[in-house]
């Protein structure tokens, strides 16, 4: 862990709570992580969205669910 931070220039508890997920991928996060592993901040960017998404559809499916299409105008 303290390695991994070190690479990425952020303390260790900034990096364990990105991977203990109490906190989300930032973009400046991506940007460095992309950096690090070598794939971009694109792909880390949109795992957070799905993450987030996924979390939030499961908060408000109740909601959802009570939800009708709008028919076309």
Known sequence: MAAAASALRVSRQTLYRVLSEKSGVSPEMALRLG?????????????????DLWHAERAIAADLAGIRKAKAA
């Open 35 to 51: 950096k690090f592993c070598g794939n971009g901040p694109d792909l880390w960017l949109r795992l957070q969205e799905a993450h």
